[in-house]
């Protein structure tokens, strides 16, 4: 008699189980429909309405240098992990972070610091470290989908200080190819600077708060289609 009473509770603990599992995939898939439908509402409404691109932004996190940091006056400074002079060996100091967020979505975007050591003018080298940090990332966030941003061309007036940021179309081609090779989503934003020359800042390498809004419709793009 015990071991019937004991088959029948570890029945009705499997039958709990499974009715907790339907209801929590039932639950996952409408909140991934309802994320769908709004980053698809944002890109379509962005003509008329810029700023609901922000709201569009769900489980995700932004990596990155200064460029990404203004990021944090349109986005919760949580999931902006980003600081001014960093280089893609800061990726170190956040994986925690990332574990923790468990994110869908990965965005990162370094280079203008990496390109300026001697040590990343070997372009392969500086790709094979880089590729090394997006594995890092995919290990602590395993379900996550990684976004790598290409690094965005700089201005004449940047070039003359740093010669090797015009080499920045040969790095974003290498960088293209591996992500290709290994699975990760390449966004190129190359045509961003040609697009809009009037929103580098005096330095020629950052950009205006104002450039933003069309760095996240690429992003949102990359994810929603667009």
Same mark, same amino acid.
């Given at each position: 008699?015990?071991?019937?009473?004991?088959?029948?509770?570890?029945?009705?603990?499997?039958?709990?189980?499974?009715?907790?599992?339907?209801?929590?995939?039932?639950?996952?898939?409408?909140?991934?429909?309802?994320?769908?439908?709004?980053?698809?509402?944002?890109?379509?409404?962005?003509?008329?309405?810029?700023?609901?691109?922000?709201?569009?932004?769900?489980?995700?996190?932004?990596? @990155?240098?200064?460029?990404?940091?203004?990021?944090?006056?349109?986005?919760?400074?949580?999931?902006?992990? !980003?600081?001014?002079?960093?280089?893609?060996?800061?990726?170190?100091?956040?994986?925690?972070?990332?574990?923790?967020?468990?994110?869908?979505?990965?965005?990162?975007?370094?280079?203008?610091?990496?390109?300026?050591?001697?040590?990343?003018?070997?372009?392969?080298?500086?790709?094979?470290?880089?590729?090394?940090?997006?594995?890092?990332?995919?290990? !602590?966030?395993?379900? !996550?989908?990684?976004?790598?941003?290409?690094?965005?061309?700089?201005?004449?007036?940047?070039?003359?200080?740093?010669?090797?940021?015009?080499?920045?179309?040969?790095?974003?081609?290498?960088?293209? !190819?591996?992500?290709?090779?290994?699975?990760?989503?390449?966004?190129?934003?190359?045509?961003?600077?040609?697009?809009?020359?009037?929103?580098?800042?005096?330095?020629?390498?950052?950009?205006?708060?104002?450039?933003?809004?069309?760095?996240?419709?690429?992003?949102?793009?990359?994810?929603? @289609?667009?």
């Amino acid at each position: 008699l015990q071991q019937e009473i004991s088959r029948g509770r570890a029945y009705l603990k499997k039958l709990d189980d499974q009715s907790l599992s339907s209801i929590k995939n039932t639950i996952d898939k409408q909140n991934e429909s309802d994320e769908l439908a709004l980053g698809k509402q944002a890109l379509k409404d962005y003509a008329k309405n810029k700023d609901k691109l922000w709201g569009a932004f769900k489980n995700y996190v932004l990596i @990155g240098d200064s460029r990404v940091e203004t990021f944090k006056l349109f986005l919760p400074e949580t999931n902006v992990l !980003a600081k001014k002079g960093t280089r893609i060996t800061k990726v170190d100091d956040y994986l925690g972070t990332i574990k923790n967020i468990s994110p869908k979505y990965v965005f990162i975007s370094y280079g203008v610091n990496d390109l300026s050591i001697p040590a990343y003018y070997n372009q392969d080298k500086y790709i094979e470290v880089y590729q090394s940090y997006c594995e890092k990332i995919k290990k !602590a966030a395993p379900d !996550a989908t990684i976004y790598v941003n290409s690094i965005i061309p700089v201005n004449s007036k940047a070039i003359n200080k740093q010669a090797n940021y015009k080499n920045i179309p040969a790095y974003n081609a290498k960088l293209k !190819a591996m992500c290709k090779k290994n699975g990760y989503k390449y966004v190129d934003l190359d045509s961003l600077a040609k697009q809009y020359p009037d929103e580098y800042e005096q330095d020629g390498i950052h950009f205006k708060s104002s450039f933003y809004k069309y760095w996240a419709y690429r992003l949102l793009s990359s994810v929603y @289609g667009g």
